[in-house]
């Protein structure tokens, strides 16, 4: 499901937490369609793996629930839609029985919220992410919402983000105080494939590492740590060098 539904919306009633009693045998959750390209599948888990690997959260410890091509579900009486990311503050990922479906999606009734952020891939003309979904996604109340286009389907823009004020979308810069992350556009090989992201990036803009890249940041910290300490030492012997040449043994006190 790399685009989601793009089955007409209709009007969403305001959404009110509680779980329904409901039948979740009956809802389609999962439909085995694939993702539309290699392209798309590697940038879907790239707007997901970092932040699952190694981002903290908005806060010391702050759960969060973050995936991609998950079944977003506002009612049972609507299809759901299939954002490619999703990223919801301040709820933990499922941690039931993932072989029931009440586990496998997101229900909105049962995280109690919106999502923080919805993030779509542009793949063709007819996705409907300026239209029904952009209009979808407001009316669920999704505090953000970015559209990436790298392959300029719909114009000559790039990156779209959105953030919600008074129920409707307005434009807003790559940077989401709301989740204290930012979107940058990344130039380079993920899963062996060269191409053009998009990365979540913290203030500084320092990209989120996924977990291969924080270990090879750490690897190279420690390299240089052991490095340092080897150029320490060698000046420490080479001032001892001096210190007996000029009769002063440096081992005593």
Not at 66 to 72: E, G, N, R, S, W
Not at 82 to 102: I, N
Not at 165 to 191: D, H, M, R
Request: aromatic share 12%; charged share 25%; with cysteine.
């Amino acid at each position: 499901m790399a685009t989601g539904s793009t089955t007409p919306v209709p009007a969403i009633p305001p959404f009110q937490p509680g779980e329904p009693s409901i039948n979740y045998d009956v809802l389609v959750t999962e439909d085995d369609r694939p993702v539309d390209s290699i392209y798309a599948e590697r940038q879907h888990w790239l707007l997901t793996t970092p932040l699952n690997e190694s981002w903290k959260g908005p806060g010391d410890g702050a759960p969060f629930f973050c995936t991609t091509d998950v079944a977003l579900f506002h009612t049972t009486n609507q299809p759901p839609f299939a954002p490619d990311a999703l990223l919801s503050l301040g709820v933990s990922p499922p941690q039931g029985d993932l072989s029931l479906k009440e586990n496998r999606s997101y229900f909105m009734w049962k995280y109690g919220k919106p999502p923080d952020a919805l993030v779509e891939v542009v793949s063709g003309t007819d996705g409907g992410e300026l239209t029904t979904k952009f209009a979808g996604y407001a009316r669920l109340r999704a505090t953000y919402y970015i559209v990436w286009d790298p392959f300029l389907y719909l114009g000559d823009k790039k990156l779209y983000c959105f953030a919600l004020e008074q129920g409707k979308y307005v434009p807003c810069e790559p940077w989401f105080p709301g989740l204290e992350l930012g979107l940058k556009i990344w130039q380079g090989s993920y899963q062996k494939t060269q191409a053009t992201y998009l990365r979540w990036c913290d203030r500084e803009g320092n990209f989120i590492p996924t977990g291969n890249e924080r270990a090879e940041q750490e690897k190279q910290r420690a390299e240089q740590e052991k490095q340092r300490a080897e150029q320490e030492k060698q000046r420490a012997e080479r001032l001892a060098e001096k210190l007996r040449a000029l009769g002063v043994d440096p081992n005593q006190p």
